[in-house]
Structures are given as structure tokens and as C-alpha cells.
């Protein structure tokens, strides 16, 4: 999922105890078996339509509501939906809302707002294909809608459940109705959490209250899809940018559940009989180098081809994870678990990289000393860490880098600037996305070759292939996936630095957490279970 980072903390050294920190010891004490304190990052735009961040997600999950879901094994299941059907010739899907489906204002959910929420999601990454295949998204009665499509689309309800990149989530009819670029301010949704206005405190705390009317499905949990249970009354979503205050407060109780802890506290954590670090997502992080197309030296297509041999992903990987039980290698565009990994045209890979390859590389690309700007998320520490490497390998093999620090949002808002490096612009930026989001071509903006996505880059012929994607069964699209990485790595849309898996601390007592790639429902967990 382009849901570009994991996290936004800045660590501290490791130490064998911390003290109790004074920020949460202030705070009222929970209640043992009805409330859930979690340190996750920082939201700095709530609108899951204008931001496809892992932690905007997550609150997305809290508060909205899908149509439809993707279960343990990845299959689309309705949620707001109670029923639907298909035409004769595969071109009018109608579906009827389910009972009991109503909005935190006490509104009634009703189709017009699902029609509202669909055209704003067409306009995202996600939802563009299936809105090109649109001829029209209508309310036929107020549990009713229908979605005409010009031509059959097998894969509308797998579309409509992807949680890859930005997910349909059904808003107000008034909130919907605006562009992706227009966030949303307020946080009124259909969801089985509340968002609580009152005790929320920007870039600090984030609280969410049961709601008490939602209606679950019947079935059990499964992934994003089944029953959402919401079996506390509160979840507390504390903001902490010092991984040893979280985890100070983890081991005292304090917090309930930490995100993100650093490699580096592992031990300590295995270490301590209250606590347990787990893989809850079951999926890697896949970190790659964002290329700028537009300005020299990598409108160069040798240029690109540089970075991709001079990248060596093990020295990569220790910086972001220095515990090589969670890392690994990746050679294919479609990651390393995802049903369409393949070994094209990889024969650039090289254990160590090969720099007197990319200085070759480079100087076939004509670099004339051009000045080249790694943008430095200076509030993500692994980005941070990587962008620092990278300049360091570069001005190595003799390229004028220089690195530009700033916050995350920051660094988003400068990654429009299409003008060259004196003008505002850059080079290179470090990112990531969850392994499971690049089996997913048509939703995971990282996989876009058009022109429009970060960087600009573009390969029509590539394009054409992808095209074909949403008309193919399972095995047509392994044949379509290895002729679409030849060219991808033929152009270099991006040069991969490694995957890195990064598991959750939690304390023994609180259970039931769901398991899915990269995100957080807060449903089913319970105290002291």
C-alpha cells in the first residue's frame, strides 16, 4: 500500500530500564478491563481520501465503514452491504445497504451517501480504473445504488474491498461531496469507534470511544471483514515521539501497546515476562528510492540504472533493521510474497551493489556535476538514516549531493514541485509501502508508470500491460507481471533498498488483536482476556 512509512519517531539509545515518563503518569488512570492505551504515530490529516498514510488509515478504520472487506485470505466480503447482484451481460451491479447502518450524528446511512463516497474515492489512485469503466454511480431507492459500467469489470468488488492505498470508506453525503484535494475536517462517520472531539489533542492524543449503536455483522473477525466487535470502551491513541517514553510506559503499564519499537529494544522486550513482540502484521515493509524523472541527471535513464546497481540493499537493511532475522532481500517489483513475484530481468542485483558499475552508468549518462537533493525526512528515523547513506554512497562515486532535512508533510508538499533542484525541487526521496501492496498494480500508486505519480515517472508500453490487468484471470496476470517488471526495471520507476518486517510490543494482557498487513483495526481487543 502506498501508505508510505511505518512510522514517524525519533529513537533514543538503548538502555537495560527506563523511568516511568511524567507525560502519561499525569494522565487518569484507565480502567483495567475497559480501555486500551496504544502508542501509534502522528495524524496530520484525518481525511483517508486526501491521505494514504498508514496511521490516517488506521483512524479510517475506526470511525468509517466499508461496503465491502478483505478477509484473512485477501477475498472481498460484504460489510455495509446485506445484498447484491449482477446484470446478464456484467455491466449494472446493484447493491442494498444492510440493516441497522447509521452515522455518529444519529443521520441514517443512506445510498446517496455511498454514491457520493464511491465518485470521491474514483478520483483517488485506487478508485480510477473503476471509475474509467463508469458509465454511472446512481441511488436507486435510499438502501439502493447502482454502479453502471461502460464495459464488464470482473474485479469491481475486489477494487471496491483493496485495502491498498486509499479505501472506500463511506462518509456523510456533505462530506463526500468535494474533491480528494479538499479534506474532510470533520470526523462523523458509520464506524464501530467514535472519534472523541472533546479530549482530542493534536499531534498528541487521539481518542476513540465505543459506539454504542453500531451494528456488526454476524459473522466472526476475519482481516478488515466479519463482526466488528468492539469489546472496550475506549481506545487511547497516545502520539509518543520518543521510543524509550513509549516503551518506559509500555513496561510499566501504562500503555498497552506500542507500534514501532526500534530493532535495537527487542531483547528487552523478549526479555521481559509482562510483554510480547510480535509480528501482527505478517507482511514486510518494503523501503525504495521515489526517482524525479523530470530534472537531471535521472532523466537519464542510465542515470536511474546507476542507483540500481550501486544500492547495496544488506547495507541498507542494517540501518533499518540491524537484527537480520526480519530482513531480506527484493529483486521483483511485486515484492516477495504476493502471488506475482517473479526473477525478470534482474540480473542487476548484486550482493554488495557494484559502484564501478554506476559510475560507469553515470558517466554514460553524460553527468556533468549537476547538483542532486536527497529530501530527508528528519521526523522518520529509518527515512532519515537511509537518506544519510544514500548521500554518503553518492558524493562516494564522486556525485554533488546534498541533502535537504525537513518534516514528513513537508517533504510530501515539496515532492509537487516539478521545477529543478534551484527552483525548490529534488532528486531522490526514501520511502516505503507494505509488501502485500505491490500484488496490487491497479491500486498501489508505487506501481503507476503514467506520468502522475510521485516522480513522474512513465513508460506507456508499460501502462498498456497494466491496463490489461483488471480484464485478466490469476494466470494471465504472472504473464502480464513479468513482462511489466522487465520493462520497470528496464526504466527504473524506483530502485528498492529492502524489506524490513517490524513487529508490535504489547503486554500480555491485552488480546485479541487483529492480524493484517501494515494496518491497525482496533476492534476485538480485549483487557485481561
Known amino acids: 500500500m502506498t501508505i508510505s512509512r511505518r512510522n514517524l519517531v525519533k ?9 516511568v515518563p511524567s507525560i502519561l503518569r499525569g494522565q487518569t488512570a484507565p480502567s483495567a478491563k475497559r480501555t486500551v492505551k496504544m502508542q501509534n504515530g502522528n495524524i496530520t490529516n484525518f481525511d483517508p ?9 488506521d483512524h479510517g478504520l475506526a470511525i468509517y465503514d466499508m461496503l465491502f ?23 449494472t451491479y446493484t447493491f442494498e ?11 441514517s446511512v443512506t445510498a446517496a451517501d455511498c454514491v457520493a463516497s464511491i465518485r ?18 446512481s441511488k436507486k431507492d435510499d438502501k439502493t445504488f447502482t454502479v453502471a459500467l461502460r464495459e464488464p469489470l470482473e474485479l469491481l468488488v475486489d477494487q471496491m474491498a483493496s485495502s491498498t492505498s486509499y479505501l472506500l470508506f463511506i462518509m456523510r453525503e456533505k462530506d463526500a461531496d468535494r474533491p480528494p484535494t479538499q479534506p ?70 501504562e500503555l498497552d501497546f506500542v507500534s514501532d519499537p526500534l530493532a535495537e529494544f527487542y531483547p528487552m522486550i523478549e526479555n521481559d515476562p509482562n510483554l510480547v513482540l510480535e509480528d501482527l502484521h505478517k507482511s514486510g515493509d518494503n523501503y525504495y528510492l521515489g526517482i524525479n524523472f523530470l530534472q537531471k541527471p535521472f532523466d537519464n535513464v542510465k542515470a536511474r540504472q546507476a542507483l540500481l546497481h550501486l544500492v547495496d540493499q544488506d547495507a541498507y537493511m542494517r540501518v533499518l533493521n540491524p537484527n537480520p532475522k526480519y530482513n531480506r532481500p527484493i529483486t521483483s ?17 548484486k550482493k554488495g551493489g557494484d559502484p564501478e558499475k554506476a559510475k560507469q552508468l553515470l558517466k554514460e549518462a553524460g553527468y556533468a556535476g549537476e547538483k542532486v537533493i536527497i529530501l530527508q525526512p528528519a521526523n522518520w528515523l ?28 513537508a517533504l510530501v508538499e515539496r515532492l509537487s514541485n516539478k521545477g529543478g533542484v534551484e527552483s525548490g525541487g529534488w532528486s531522490i526521496f526514501p520511502t516505503s509501502a507494505i509488501d502485500i501492496g505491490f500484488g496490487a498494480p491497479l491500486s498501489a500508486e508505487q506501481l503507476v508508470m503514467n506520468g502522475t505519480a510521485r516522480g513522474w515517472r512513465k513508460n506507456d508500453e508499460y501502462e498498456a500491460l497494466r491496463a490489461q490487468w483488471a480484464d485478466s484471470a490469476l494466470e494471465e496476470r504472472k504473464v502480464l507481471a513479468r513482462k511489466m517488471q522487465s520493462l520497470w526495471w528496464d526504466t527504473v520507476g524506483f530502485v528498492f533498498l529492502g524489506q524490513t518486517i517490524t513487529p508490535i510490543a504489547r503486554r500480555k494482557t491485552l488480546t485479541g488483536l487483529i492480524s493484517y498487513p501494515a494496518l491497525l483495526p482496533m476492534w476485538n481487543m480485549q483487557q485481561g482476556a
Open 333 to 349: 517489483l511485486f515484492g516477495t510474497d504476493t502471488p506475482y513475484v517473479n526473477d525478470v530481468n534482474t540480473g542487476w542485483y
Open 97 to 107: 445497504l444492510r440493516d441497522g447502518l447509521g452515522f455518529h450524528d444519529g443521520t
Open 49 to 57: 481520501y486526501s491521505n494514504s498514510t498508514y496511521h490516517t488509515v
Open 184 to 253: 474532510v475536517t470533520t470526523h462523523i462517520g458509520s464506524g464501530p469507534f467514535k472519534f472523541n472531539e472533546a479530549l482530542f489533542r493534536p499531534g498528541v492524543r487521539y481518542i476513540y470511544d465505543r459506539n454504542e449503536k453500531y451494528v456488526p455483522r454476524q459473522e466472526s473477525p476475519s482481516g478488515l471483514a466479519g463482526g466488528k466487535i468492539v469489546k472496550v470502551d475506549r481506545a487511547n491513541w497516545e502520539s509518543l515521539n520518543d521510543v524509550q517514553t513509549a516503551l518506559a510506559a509500555l513496561q510499566a503499564g
Open 382 to 409: 529509518q527515512g532519515s538514516n537511509v537518506a544519510q547513506l544514500l548521500a554518503l554512497t553518492l558524493r562516494n562515486i564522486g556525485v554533488n549531493t546534498e541533502l535537504a532535512p525537513s518534516n514528513w508533510a
Open 120 to 137: 470521491r474515492w474514483g478520483q483517488t489512485a485506487s478508485g480510477k480504473l473503476v471509475m474509467e469503466r463508469t458509465r454511472d454511480v
Open 11 to 19: 529513537g533514543g539509545a538503548a538502555g537495560a530500564a527506563f523511568s
Open 69 to 91: 472487506a478483505l478477509d484473512s485470505k485477501f477475498t472481498p466480503q460484504p460489510q455495509m452491504v446485506g445484498k447484491w447482484r449482477v446484470s446478464e451481460d456484467k455491466k
